[in-house]
């Protein structure tokens, strides 16, 4: 994840917390939320999920003959 992307949560929350929209605890939880927002968008689980398939892949299969 880039700074940019690890600042955005971090404001987001400080600035809701600020205007007194949320309480500290709920600040927290949104900026927890917005960051697995941001990784589930970015596709940083994509890459393990792939070769985690393509592992598997490379198994022999003992079904086929």
Same mark, same amino acid.
């Given at each position: 994840? #880039? @700074?940019? =992307?690890?600042?955005l949560?971090?404001?987001?929350g400080?600035?809701? %917390? $600020? $205007?007194?929209?949320?309480t500290e605890? =709920?600040?927290q939880? %949104?900026?927890?939320?917005?960051n697995?927002? %941001?990784i %589930?968008? &970015?596709?940083?689980?994509?890459g &393990?999920? @792939? #070769?985690?398939?393509? #592992?598997d &892949?490379?198994?022999?299969n003992k079904?086929?003959?």
């Amino acid at each position: 994840m #880039s @700074v940019s =992307n690890a600042v955005l949560p971090e404001a987001i929350g400080d600035l809701f %917390l $600020l $205007l007194d929209f949320l309480t500290e605890a =709920n600040s927290q939880r %949104l900026k927890f939320l917005i960051n697995i927002l %941001l990784i %589930l968008m &970015t596709g940083s689980w994509l890459g &393990t999920f @792939v #070769s985690a398939i393509k #592992s598997d &892949t490379k198994a022999p299969n003992k079904y086929i003959y």
